[in-house]
């Protein structure tokens, strides 16, 4: 699978603005730069026309200018050893690739080596979840991290204390992935499974579940992620905009969660809600 990369030069103004459009053209991944950001797409999921479509949209607004590359899996490690910096989350949460130097004065370190998956702290939900795991006691509770990517939130459900993480996903490149970052983290996973959540068994449900996807699969899969939650379990979602949040509560009302808490960055949101 190649993916494709989109170097943006715009003006600071329109940077959240068109990160936040191009989410919704499926763009999961975005770097800033010093003139604006780079965004990424598999190459499956990718439309030109309406790239165009949308940059054309603001040109009367404001000057746009964009590169487009396509990137092997095999130079897939070289770009993001060039963008991928650490990250903090607050003051407890230090979030770094294997090459970079270790900070033990963070209460807990991460090592992500993102490859050809996303998920590695930089982007505003995976940022909000990290922050909401911390309120949230994961001691003893069995996690699981549908969607996982490089399998990030999954291995901070373990930090945290949980007894048994699993994690999904739909792309044997992010499984691959997760497996080496479990490994770099020192946690074994009970499962780490290839396919859609609808597909797949587990041997006992779960006390919490985390899934950060994106609106439209969130709200077709929320039936099933609610099969999953032990009676008074909670469910983290993310990968979605501030304005879609209601939808995704009422949703769950309807299937017997209640929002327990919401946060929002850059017009991306975050919900933790709880089974009753």
Not at 84 to 99: L, N, Q, W
Not at 188 to 217: H, M, Q
């Amino acid at each position: 699978m190649n993916f494709i990369e989109i170097k943006v030069h715009c003006n600071e103004p329109f940077r959240d603005i068109l990160i936040a459009e191009m989410g919704e053209l499926d763009f999961d991944s975005f770097v800033e730069t010093e003139v604006g950001f780079d965004a990424y797409i598999p190459e499956s999921n990718f439309s030109h026309p309406g790239l165009q479509q949308l940059f054309n949209n603001y040109r009367k607004q404001t000057k746009i200018w964009y590169e487009l590359n396509k990137i092997a899996k095999e130079n897939w490690n070289l770009e993001w050893e060039k963008n991928y910096d650490p990250i903090k989350v607050g003051s407890r949460i230090y979030v770094r690739a294997s090459f970079h130097p270790s900070k033990p004065e963070f209460e807990y370190e991460i090592i992500i080596n993102p490859q050809m998956s996303f998920g590695t702290g930089h982007h505003e939900t995976t940022h909000q979840l990290l922050e909401m795991q911390l309120d949230l006691d994961h001691n003893d509770k069995k996690v699981l991290d549908v969607g996982s990517g490089t399998g990030i939130l999954a291995i901070m459900a373990s930090k945290l204390g949980a007894s048994e993480v699993s994690a999904t996903d739909i792309d044997d490149w992010c499984i691959e992935n997760a497996a080496e970052n479990f490994k770099l983290n020192g946690i074994s996973p009970k499962n780490l499974l290839l396919g859609a959540i609808s597909g797949l068994e587990f041997e006992e449900n779960f006390d919490i579940l985390i899934a950060n996807i994106n609106k439209n699969v969130l709200l077709e899969e929320i039936p099933e992620y609610v099969k999953l939650l032990n009676s008074n379990g909670h469910l983290f979602l993310s990968g979605f905009y501030e304005s879609d949040a209601q939808d995704l509560v009422d949703k769950c009302n309807s299937m017997g969660l209640v929002e327990i808490s919401r946060s929002s960055k850059r017009d991306w949101a975050a919900l933790l809600l709880k089974k009753v």
